[in-house]
């Protein structure tokens, strides 16, 4: 997808997508990674951490795997968080293996031209620059009068 996407279908990914692929998610539960691939679980989605340093772990209810060739299940969205440079090889083989891919996912603030013209040449979204965790929040209503929700409570609210 070489413009914004809409609203409709960023809600449509959101609603179809049954399995998030997190490429290059952390253990650490103040990064990022971490942080919106536990919301995504806890939101019903399956969650496949790829990560060769923990591969073997468990994160989100899931074993982490090394790399995309150790996935042997459908995903539907290929969620990406690494560096620009690292995109394109990372996209040429989610779209080899994942026929069911609905879309490709870059997290905030990456974009990738090769990976976009890749994606448009295998007729597979690209959303670029934007995190899932932000876009279900603000489409599904979850979004709260400071314009974010953290999942924290404070007892002083």
């Avoid at 914004?4 to 990914?13: E, G, K, N, Q």
Wanted: glycine share 8%.
């Amino acid at each position: 997808m070489t413009t914004t996407p809409t609203d409709d279908f960023l809600r449509d990914v959101l609603t179809r997508a049954k399995t998030f692929a997190c490429v290059g998610v952390s253990p650490n539960p103040i990064r990022p990674s971490h942080f919106v691939g536990r919301y995504l679980s806890v939101r019903g989605y399956r969650v496949i951490g790829v990560n060769p340093g923990h591969a073997g772990t468990e994160l989100f209810g899931q074993t982490v795997v090394p790399d995309l060739a150790s996935i042997t299940e459908p995903v539907h969205v290929l969620d990406i968080f690494r560096r620009p440079e690292a995109v394109p090889a990372i996209v040429e083989e989610g779209l080899a293996r994942f026929p069911d891919l609905i879309c490709v996912w870059l997290q905030v603030g990456i974009v990738s031209p090769e990976a976009e013209a890749m994606c448009d040449a295998a007729g597979v979204p690209i959303v670029q620059d934007r995190c899932p965790k932000i876009e279900y929040q603000r489409l599904f209503g979850e979004l709260r009068k400071g314009g974010f929700n953290t999942g924290i409570i404070s007892s002083r609210l």
